[in-house]
């Protein structure tokens, strides 16, 4: 199943943060760490 249905699932209120993670074989902590989305990353100042 793809990844971006099942968490659209979970968005829509379809499906629980329980079976949103067992769906994509994840614990509910590393599950909110992928909804939070890709950490910021540092700013380059130094670099061209």
Known sequence: ???RK???AYRRGLI???ECAQILGLDNVELLGHM???EPTLSKAGKK
Do not use: E, H, T
Request: hydrophobic content about 40%; aromatic content about 0%; overall charge positive.
């Open 1 to 3: 199943m793809d990844k």
């Open 6 to 8: 099942v968490i659209a």
């Open 16 to 18: 629980s943060v329980q």
């Open 36 to 38: 939070r989305g890709p």
